[in-house]
């Protein structure tokens, strides 16, 4: 099966899953949404779409892919994932809310496997905000491979 893995990133957490999610799937392709030549989609089987997530929201390039390619998409294989550090949400309401419902509903499987926060990357407000809203200062990285794990078998099976 011919898999894309597309992400959205800002400093490198979503494009780490995505590359950890390649490694664990024969063949596929991974391409980061601020290139601007996208693969040929309808060439694929199966896309997975992933983004990290600030203020609750899912990065721009990955909407805008969402709303371009709304229709290639339908007879797609669809997993969809999304790096945040959120542990007090439900990560269900993050998918409901930044994907489109059908394709959410026709998704094979989600996942929500952590992010990393590096306050050395980090702008000002950034920084700001994570002291402010996370109480946080530190480097923190929760990305769980065993999430990921799952969440490619679920799209092999
Ligand atoms: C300003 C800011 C806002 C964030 N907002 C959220 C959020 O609403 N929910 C969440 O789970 N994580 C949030 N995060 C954590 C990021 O999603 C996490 O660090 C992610 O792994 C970054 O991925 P990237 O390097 O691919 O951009 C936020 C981080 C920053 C710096």
Known sequence: MKTLILYAT???AA?????RIAIQID?????DLKQKSIPEVSEFDCVIIGSSLYV????KEAKTFLSEYEITLRDKLIGLFISGLDTESTPQTYFEN???QELLSAAKATCF????????????????LMKAVKKTTAYSNTIDDSLIKQFTESMKS
Request: charged content about 25%.
């Open 10 to 12: 800002k400093y490198g």
């Open 15 to 19: 494009a780490e899953i995505a590359r």
């Open 27 to 31: 063949g596929a392709i991974l391409h």
């Open 56 to 59: 609750a929201s899912i990065r």
């Open 98 to 100: 930044n994907f489109p």
């Open 113 to 128: 496997p952590g992010g990393i926060y590096d306050p050395e990357k980090a702008g000002w407000f950034e920084r700001f």
